[in-house]
Nanobody, 118 residues
Framework: QVQLVESGGGLVQAGGSLRLSCAASGFMFRIMSMGWYRQAPGKQRELIASITMGGNTNYADSVKGRFTISRDNDKNTMYLQMNSLKPEDTAVYYC????????????WGQGTQVTVSS
């Protein structure tokens, strides 16, 4: 059974940093491309960063240069280092596998709330 558990969110002031973690189980993590998504209040969930099994990364323009996605295949864990946070980064953050540019799994984790105060 696929499980995705996000953690590391919190309340931070603008300009601050957070590091999110995604613990994955129930599938072959090391061969799966992975992605970080976020959903702000009243908005659709959007893909903001992805990483292939080989470590190639891609970012949405809104986070490029501020966020860094990484993975540890030995720990079945993916990370998102978020620096220079802005109030518009406030959202619930989720992780999922990536396939064909979209989420691989139908079942999402509970997400982790990130709130950035101005």
């Amino acid at each position: 059974q696929v499980q995705l558990v996000e953690s590391g969110g919190g309340l931070v002031q603008a300009g601050g940093s957070l590091r999110l973690s995604c613990a994955a189980s129930g599938f072959m993590f090391r061969i799966m491309s992975m992605g970080w998504y976020r959903q702000a209040p009243g908005k659709q969930r959007e893909l903001i960063a992805s990483i292939t099994m080989g470590g190639n990364t891609n970012y949405a323009d809104s986070v490029k240069g501020r966020f860094t996605i990484s993975r540890d295949n030995d720990k079945n864990t993916m990370y998102l280092q978020m620096n220079s946070l802005k109030p518009e980064d406030t959202a619930v953050y989720y992780c999922n596998g990536q396939m064909g540019g979209g989420p691989r799994f139908d079942n999402w984790g509970q997400g982790t709330q990130v709130t950035v105060s101005s």
